[in-house]
């Protein structure tokens, strides 16, 4: 599944006063037919897509779907298969935070009202990157809930796996073959120096905790054991110990030069670069979880030469195509995102209106090196693949095929499916 995102995230700064919503600021809400013509124009079917949660969900019950059913209705009219990208680093005001012990169970609502909403959905991603979003929030101080402490990291941490869980559940029973992309950034932490391994090993085991716990896998005793002490109740690790959706799932890995780390003594952490690069710490999540992958998102800047972005393309897939060829059943890659971003550059943490080029296509729609490179790039590696798999294809119906299974838009009760792929 070669595939492309539109950025959604919309976290709050400042005490939930300011809400960035990264739709607003790329122009998507007015431009989001060009968007999809992009995709087309680029040879994709498949986008990791959603609706902005904080705009679409209002309250308990309260969903207004005019612009989900705008865009989703023209995903399915054009075939293009959605990875339904449902929460995306915030919640609505009225929801409040990732400390919110009733967020789980509203969302898996939300998320039910959703797939009873557009049944020819098949993919997604229910909670996308939970650990970073965790991090982000609760461990580094600077996104909605804005706390620095390992209670508020592990709150917001099983809060925000118990909600993925929950609506994977309540989604397969409306969707009993929905397959869920688990998308998580794949990180690794390097000692600076002998006194620094005991807190680069602690910081290598945190890193899979989302994943561990959504996946139902035992975590190793010194993560129990910092669970525990930070606020998990032996239930709450029960609970993920007991609802396991791993056979509906795809191992979705982030990666971008940021996602390595040189850990010093102190505990404290700097960038360190790409070292291991997307091949080896790929192998590490695989080993570990053992389902199918797919490279979920990568981007670089465009700089000053202009093939920046071009070689880091290349290099990504280099390293996607050993992995397949090392035995690995990958299944999809993607450049992350369609459009350049607005203020990435800070994390998201200020609002500078910063342009950062990490784009397929600038934000006037042209599109970029890297985007003329990742066409010729789809157009000629899609028919060969296959053939050199080592798994079969997964089990994914295009709108088309869903269409044609009886699966329709609501309001239609003999749709006119879309012109088939060729």
């Not at 054009?78 to 339904?84: E, L």
């Not at 959703?114 to 929030?137: D, G, H, K």
């Not at 490279?295 to 280099?318: C, F, I, M, S, Y």
């Not at 053939?387 to 009760?413: D, I, K, N, Y």
Request: with cysteine; glycine share 6%.
């Amino acid at each position: 599944m070669f595939a492309t995102g539109i950025e959604n995230s919309y976290p709050t700064l400042d005490g939930g006063k300011v809400r960035v919503d990264e739709m607003a600021k790329c122009g998507h809400y007015e431009h989001w037919r060009t968007d999809f013509d992009c995709v087309e124009e680029l040879g994709l079917h498949v986008l990791r897509y959603g609706p902005p949660l904080h705009c679409t969900w209002r309250g308990p019950g309260r969903i207004e779907w005019e612009f989900a059913d705008q865009t989703f209705g023209d995903l399915f009219r054009r075939d293009i298969t959605p990875i339904a990208d449902l929460c995306h680093f915030g919640v609505p005001d009225w929801v409040g935070n990732f400390q919110n012990p009733d967020f789980p169970t509203l969302f898996a609502a939300y998320a039910r009202a959703f797939a009873e909403r557009f049944p020819w959905v098949q993919l997604y991603t229910p909670v996308n990157e939970m650990f970073i979003c965790a991090t982000f929030s609760a461990a580094y101080g600077w996104w909605n809930e804005q706390l620095s402490s390992d209670r508020a990291f592990v709150t917001a941490l099983k809060h925000l796996v118990k909600a993925n869980v929950l609506a994977m559940l309540a989604i397969l029973e409306v969707r009993p073959d929905a397959i869920f992309v688990c998308s998580e950034s794949a990180e690794y932490f390097h000692a600076d120096s002998p006194a620094a391994i005991k807190p680069a090993e602690i910081a290598n085991s945190k890193r899979f905790l989302s994943l561990d716990l959504n996946y139902g896998r035992r975590v190793d005793s010194d993560m129990y054991e910092y669970l525990m002490d930070s606020g998990m109740a032996r239930e709450e690790y029960q609970f993920f110990r007991d609802n396991r959706c791993k056979q509906h799932c795809v191992l979705g890995t982030d990666y971008y030069v940021t996602n390595e780390h040189r850990v010093f003594a102190d505990g404290s952490t700097t960038a360190s670069g790409e070292i291991f690069g997307y091949d080896e710490i790929t192998w590490q999540y695989y080993d570990r979880f053992q389902i199918p992958v797919m490279h979920t998102e990568t981007n670089l800047r465009q700089g000053p030469q202009g093939d920046e972005a071009v070689l880091w393309l290349w290099k990504e897939w280099a390293n996607v195509l050993r992995l397949r060829n090392d035995g690995i059943p990958i299944v999809g890659f993607t450049w992350y995102s369609l459009t350049d971003q607005v203020d990435w550059d800070s994390a998201l943490r200020e609002t500078n209106g910063n342009v950062n080029a990490l784009g397929l296509y600038d934000l006037e729609r042209k599109i970029r090196p890297v985007g003329e490179a990742y066409r010729k790039l789809v157009r000629e590696w899609r028919n060969v693949l296959p053939t050199q798999s080592v798994s079969l294809r997964l089990p994914v119906f295009s709108p088309s095929e869903s269409a044609r299974a009886g699966r329709v838009l609501p309001g239609r009760t003999s749709p006119r499916p879309p012109k088939g792929r060729r």
